[in-house]
């Protein structure tokens, strides 16, 4: 067996060209929606950032926000049940401080301007190590090349299902559209935390693997003088030292990446623990030694999985977040629909693969347990299909290369035109799509300036945990701009979300006894009363007529009022 290093991964400066390119072409095409939703804003409509999961990006803006006021602690921003500050987010957290550090006033701008400058730094960061990981499973340049892109614009067969007018086939959404664990260019289109989180798994692994002595052990030289067990004991402390080296930079990867995400954590173990098993099978003997680097790995990246276990179990806010956060697996199909060409043409390289002197058997293992974790009795099922294209793109590239009957040479042409073209039409759909529907300056991606205008002034008056009610598409966006936390406005984020709903539209509906307002603004501790469109949308109820509430902001169409307190109009 050759060394992992040396024979396996090394890459010319032509091969990172090629790699840098396509980087930037991936990168520039994922920001065309972004390019043309700010050159569309107007006086009166205002671009918010974001043209995918729109919801989710503003609560990461609200998060930053955080971050940005001076606070290391996440506080919940979508409810306004008291709860103690807690470790997590910490990506988004310092991204608001690096925001604060610019010039401007606009906080929130600078905050999606660095939330982009993030998205294009880790993602291109991500694309480098994608291509250094696949370096070390082959030597051919042709089989990395074509791994790398399909890992970088591959998709699905969603495309197909959105062509048949089956968009919501079986209960859900095509996966490659939805799913950024289980696509990378989805993470490149919007999500920076999942592009580095997705780098530091796949370090943790390289580490991993040579901490399991792929390649043949070091050898370390002793003086001409010394004695042979002298000798003996130097190599085996050299090597001791440099395995358990290898084995803490893998666990401190893991580590890192769950204080980004930290259930992801658990895949990087059972993509280890898997890969350990074949390592097992195709050394017919049990691998004590790989088994106990494995451990201490585990052991290094484990207090960030129990802190985020006893959070979500011992705080009810946190528990009923948990709770709530259902990304359950859909019908197996979907998985199917999502890698079933991919799979196809991984299986004529399995034997090869198998076979292989690099350790392929861990690309092998890693799409192996993918069916067994997506299926856990887990709230976040579908999510614990974190980075399987990787490990499959190289497996399908090689199936390729197989069916080309070459060894040696590159895959027909043809052949991979045609796979590149049918796993990336998913994604020239998503962009082009998203571009068209912005024509019309849709909500919630366009926000009223008005509505700006409202929250920007409330941002100047109110107090750290102090509460706005206002209706959920409201809500959601108010954190990112103001420094209080909202009544509702995410899903899983606000306690009981859908009853606050409720509660909500109740609030503004004109039959409501003021009785059962005064007591829903005192039970939650409510201090300002947001009114604008979505408001009235729900009610017709007349606020300036409420004697427990003083109109403190008015324009021609948003309204804030203060509860219990002197208005600045009166």
């Not at 350790?359 to 709230?379: D, E, G, M």
């Not at 909202?486 to 899983?492: L, Q």
Request: glycine fraction near 8%; include cysteine; charge should be positive.
């Amino acid at each position: 067996m050759a060394d992992a290093d040396s024979q396996f991964s090394i890459c010319s400066s032509h091969e990172y060209r090629f790699v840098l390119v396509f980087s930037i072409i991936a990168l520039t095409t994922a920001s065309v929606p972004y390019i043309v939703g700010a050159a569309l804003a107007t006086e009166n409509r205002l671009f918010g950032g974001f043209v995918y999961g729109v919801e989710d990006c503003y609560s990461y803006l609200a998060k930053m926000r955080q971050g940005a006021e001076g606070t290391w602690l996440f506080h919940i921003a979508y409810t306004p049940e008291p709860h103690p500050g807690t470790f997590f987010f910490p990506f988004h957290l310092l991204l608001g401080k690096a925001a604060a550090l610019l010039p401007g006033g606009d906080l929130t701008a600078r905050m999606v301007w660095v939330y982009h400058g993030a998205r294009v730094i880790f993602g291109l960061g991500l694309l480098l190590t994608v291509y250094r990981f696949l370096a070390l499973f082959t030597r051919r340049v042709a089989v990395r090349r074509l791994a790398w892109l399909m890992v970088t614009f591959g998709g699905g067969l969603g495309w197909l299902s959105v062509a048949l007018g089956q968009s919501n086939w079986l209960g859900s959404m095509p996966l490659d559209f939805i799913l950024p664990e289980g696509f990378t260019f989805l993470v490149l289109y919007a999500l920076p935390h999942i592009a580095l989180a997705r780098t530091l798994l796949l370090w943790g692994i390289l580490f991993l693997l040579r901490a399991w002595g792929v390649g043949p052990k070091p050898e370390v030289q002793g003086p001409n003088h010394a004695s042979r067990i002298t000798h003996r004991v130097l190599r085996i402390t050299h090597y001791a030292s440099r395995t358990m080296h290898r084995a803490a930079m893998a666990g401190v990867c893991w580590l890192a990446m769950g204080l980004i995400v930290p259930f992801y954590v658990a895949v990087a173990w059972a993509v280890a623990w898997a890969a350990w098993v074949a390592l097992v099978l195709r050394r017919r003997r049990v691998m004590w030694q790989e088994a106990l680097v494995t451990t201490v790995a585990a052991l290094i990246s484990a207090p960030v999985v129990a802190y985020s276990a006893w959070v979500f179990t011992t705080d009810p806010v946190y528990a009923t977040w948990a709770a709530q956060n259902r990304i359950l697996s859909p019908h197996p199909l979907h998985y199917l629909a999502a890698y079933g060409v991919p799979l196809v043409l991984a299986a004529f390289a399995v034997r090869d693969a198998w076979r292989d002197e690099g350790p392929a058997w861990l690309a092998l293992a890693w799409v192996a347990v993918v069916p067994l974790l997506v299926y856990l009795p887990f709230n976040l099922q579908r999510r614990l299909v974190e980075g399987v294209q990787v490990p499959l793109s190289l497996l399908t590239a090689w199936g390729v290369l197989s069916i080309s009957k070459s060894r040696t040479q590159s895959p027909k042409p043809v052949l991979v035109g045609v796979v590149l073209v049918v796993l990336s039409l998913t994604n020239v759909l998503l962009v082009a799509g998203n571009c068209l529907a912005l024509r019309g300056q849709p909500s919630p991606i366009y926000r009223e300036t008005g509505e700006v205008a409202a929250l920007d002034w409330l941002n100047g008056r109110v107090e750290p945990g102090d509460v706005v009610l206002a209706a959920y598409e409201t809500g959601n966006y108010l954190p990112a701009r103001v420094g209080a936390r909202a009544f509702v406005g995410h899903g899983p984020e606000s306690v009981h979300a859908d009853e606050k709903k409720a509660l909500v539209a109740r609030f503004f509906d004109a039959t409501t006894d003021d009785a059962w307002r005064r007591q829903l603004l005192a039970q939650y501790g409510v201090d300002y009363v947001f009114s604008g469109p979505a408001e009235r949308a729900l009610g017709d109820f007349d606020a300036g007529r409420a004697m427990y509430l003083r109109r403190v902001y008015d324009t021609d169409r948003y309204v804030v009022f203060g509860v219990g307190e002197l208005g600045v109009n009166e």
